[in-house]
């Protein structure tokens, strides 16, 4: 009968074991999933949990808005007191000044839409939650926020010592962190030659070397629809990244306000539904690949259409896609050979 | 006999057709070259993945009509089951995004609900894909 | 007590004959083992459509109806899955030949209704199979493969009815 058939297709699905070890967890606010190829399963195991120990510790030391432990503030947390509390330099550990410089360094290279000092206009849109919801939109705040300027360039880093010459900055390295984390793992995994895996931390994804016999295949989210909209392969050392307003957001009136705060206006960019970047291995005296994949879609993304090829230029990012909030698709011209598209009919264009 | 000759003469065969017969047969190609695009390139899934915070709380086949309840950080989650396809039902997040992406069907599909940390994964012979960049 | 006797017309004989014929084309085709579930050749559908040409649409309307129960009923399957598959096709398929008959003669012959009538028969099964038997996402899965096989089965059939109306089938019937 046909229905048996149908069946039997059913129960074909294959069965034979791979060396792949996939572990899932919630760690960063949000959901790190880490595939380790070719490794025995204790190893992998234990490769793992050691980065999943370093990903702990570092949101421990920079989240934004809660105590970590007890009444305890994170490092980030302390620091954001003291600027705002108008103190002289606090001393911080060492990797916590280079990640400020670093993000000093990217969010003047971003014309600042890349802006971890903005804090302030985060919790005021109400996205330094874990659970947020539409809110009355204090223009008051805002305005005065904008006013006040907070930029990376009012903080003065001397020698692990770091002082804000405006009080109004609060930092907040949500565009940075996950980044940050995901080349922390690559370099621990290479440390470890552990050659094969994958790690995803909240969809910022860095590949090593490669499944099996095949490369890594990253699939991107489709906007508005639960499914990819393409997928591509990832080469060893190469990472991804996408922001969305579709993760944090929220309605109100029929509008849709998402965590991707523009500086300028103090309001969330409304012109897009996504930016993917595909970023190449860097020079190690280089802002690494998987901070490059979390900081650079966000300046695409709140930019106008006509400038979105420089704000990627300026980070030297040659591979990137964007949908705009028509569902409009413009892929770069070096991604578009790179891109399978999961619905081979889809429309877009290639931008020059 | 009858179709014995047809054999023996493909040339008649071929006469035998009108104009509008050549037409329907090649619109037939084409809507079926279609199909096979359409409904076989994104494979259906068969089972699908449900992890509870860090581990994996169990995995079902989609052959069924089920209800599962589910207790997550926030509260109790309903995932459904039905037709070859899975969804939040319900879900005690305030922004129940989670709920709002509704059916999944496909291999490599994924829901996650972050508040709850609860998330699917629709499990098929062959994954599209290794991870997904959302 | 009388009999009860019930009048038949010419008609009637010629649809119980014709229906009898396919009948047993259908019979023949249960017996045989098909390579994949649910593929048939359908070459019952080659007296419905002679039918149609020669006697026009009641006649072969009915033919084909009647070819359903009976059959089924023969085969012991009556009110079964099967039977009730069969039956929408069927119906499915009257539909689609009702509309095809009318297109223009110059340009669509019988291969045209033929594979016509073959998508039409598969669309039915399959909905009813998705709707009733396997309510399942999966059933999509197959559309493609029936489809190919409704095209080939329907191209053959078509071949095989114009070829039987250009030798005029009438004597052939007649000769059964």
């Known amino acids: 009968m046909r229905y048996l058939f149908l069946l039997l297709s059913l129960l074909l699905t294959g069965c034979f074991q791979e060396p792949l070890y996939h572990s899932q967890s919630y760690v960063f606010g949000t959901l790190v999933d880490i595939s380790i190829y070719g490794e025995k399963d204790e190893r992998a195991r234990f490769l793992a949990n050691n980065i999943l120990a370093d990903f702990q510790n570092l949101h421990k030391q920079l989240h934004a808005w809660k105590p970590v432990s007890g009444n305890k503030l994170s490092e980030l947390g302390e620091l954001n007191a003291a600027i705002s509390a108008g103190k002289k330099p606090t001393t911080v550990n060492p990797n916590l000044a280079n990640m400020l410089l670093e993000a000093a360094d990217l969010s003047l290279k971003s014309n600042g839409l890349f802006n971890p000092a903005i804090g302030h206009l985060i919790s005021t849109w109400g996205f330094q939650r874990d659970e947020f919801s539409a809110i009355a939109v204090d223009e008051a705040a805002i305005k005065n926020l904008l006013h006040a300027q907070p930029r990376m360039t009012d903080l003065v880093i001397k020698a692990n010592a770091i002082y804000s010459t405006n009080p109004t900055v609060k930092l907040d390295l949500g565009g940075y962190a996950k980044g940050y984390a995901l080349d922390v793992a690559a370099n621990y995994l290479r440390k470890q030659h552990a050659k094969n895996a994958l790690i995803n931390i909240g969809g910022n994804v860095i590949a090593l070397g490669k499944h099996g016999d095949n490369p890594w295949r990253v699939g991107i989210q489709h906007p508005r629809a639960p499914t990819a909209i393409a997928t591509l392969d990832l080469a060893d050392g190469w990472a991804i990244g996408t922001s969305g307003d579709y993760q944090r957001y929220f309605m109100l009136n029929g509008k849709r306000y998402c965590h991707i705060i523009d500086p300028r206006t103090g309001y969330p960019a409304q012109q897009t539904q996504s930016v993917t970047v595909l970023v190449p291995p860097q020079a190690s005296n280089k802002t690494q690949a998987g901070v490059l994949s979390d900081v650079v879609s966000k300046p695409i993304f709140i930019e106008t259409a006509a400038n979105r090829n420089a704000a990627a230029q300026a980070f030297g990012i040659e591979n990137f896609m964007v949908i705009d909030a028509q569902g409009a698709i413009f892929v770069s011209a070096k991604m578009v050979n790179k891109l399978h598209w999961v619905d081979a009919g889809v429309k877009f264009s290639t931008l020059p | 006999m009858l179709v014995l000759n047809f054999l023996r003469y493909p040339k008649q065969l071929i006469n035998e057709l009108l104009i509008g017969d050549w037409l329907i047969i090649i619109l037939s190609l084409v809507g079926i070259f279609y199909l096979f695009q359409s409904l076989w390139t994104s494979e259906h899934a068969a089972r699908v993945q449900i992890s509870v915070g860090n581990k994996i709380y169990a995995t079902y086949s989609l052959n069924q009509q089920r209800e599962i309840h589910l207790h997550g950080k926030l509260g109790d989650a309903v995932i459904s089951i039905s037709q070859g396809r899975a969804r939040f039902s319900q879900s005690p997040c305030n922004t129940q995004y989670c709920v709002h992406q509704g059916w999944l069907s496909h291999a490599g599909q994924v829901a996650i609900c972050l508040p709850n940390q609860i998330s699917l994964e629709l499990l098929g012979e062959r994954k599209l894909y290794d991870s997904l960049s959302y | ?176």
């Open chain 3, 1 to 176: 007590m009388k009999p009860i006797q019930i009048q038949t017309t010419v008609d009637d004989h010629r649809i119980a004959k014709l229906a009898a014929f396919a009948i047993a084309l259908h019979m023949v085709e249960a017996v045989i083992p098909s390579p994949l579930p649910g593929v048939k050749p359908g070459i019952a559908n080659i007296v419905t459509l002679y039918v149609l040409y020669q006697y026009g649409y009641a006649a072969a309307a009915w033919v084909s109806i009647l070819r359903v129960f009976a059959s089924s009923l023969l085969l012991g399957q009556f009110l079964s899955p099967t039977f009730v598959l069969s039956l929408s096709g069927t119906i499915f398929s009257l539909g689609i030949l009702w509309l095809a008959f009318k297109f223009p003669k110059k340009y669509f012959g019988p291969v045209s209704l033929s594979i016509l009538a073959a998508f039409a028969h598969i669309a039915g099964q399959l909905m009813m199979v998705r709707l009733w038997l396997i309510p399942h996402a999966g059933v999509a899965y197959l559309v493609p493969i029936f489809a190919l096989a409704a095209l080939f089965f329907g191209l053959v059939n078509g071949l095989i009815t114009s070829k039987l109306l250009a030798n005029d089938g009438r004597k052939m019937v007649n000769n059964e």
